[in-house]
C-alpha cells in the first residue's frame, strides 16, 4: 500500500510538472522517466472531491520512461 501511494504522489507531481499539450485539444500527455523504477507499475489516478479513481496503469521502461495519453476531462480536476 506505501509503494501505492508513493507512485499517486510521483504521478501527481509528474502530472503538474509535466502535462502537455499537443495539436489535439481533446487528450493530454504526461511523459518523463524516474531513475530505478525499471519495470514498476505507475498508475494514472483522477483525485475527486470524494474519491480516488484509477484512470490508466503501465510498467515503467527499462529506461525507466514512461508515457500516458488520455482524454482530457471536459472541467478541470486534480
Not at 24 to 46: H, P, Q, S, V
Amino acid at each position: 500500500m506505501k509503494q501505492v501511494a508513493c507512485y499517486s504522489s510521483v504521478v501527481i507531481i509528474i502530472l503538474s510538472l509535466f502535462t502537455c499539450c499537443s495539436g489535439n485539444k481533446d487528450r493530454f500527455t504526461i511523459e518523463g522517466t524516474i531513475k530505478g523504477a525499471a519495470g514498476k507499475t505507475l498508475y494514472l489516478e483522477n483525485i475527486g472531491t470524494t474519491k480516488l479513481t484509477l484512470i490508466d496503469s503501465l510498467k515503467i521502461a527499462g529506461d525507466g520512461s514512461f508515457r500516458f495519453r488520455y482524454k482530457r476531462p471536459e472541467t478541470p480536476d486534480f
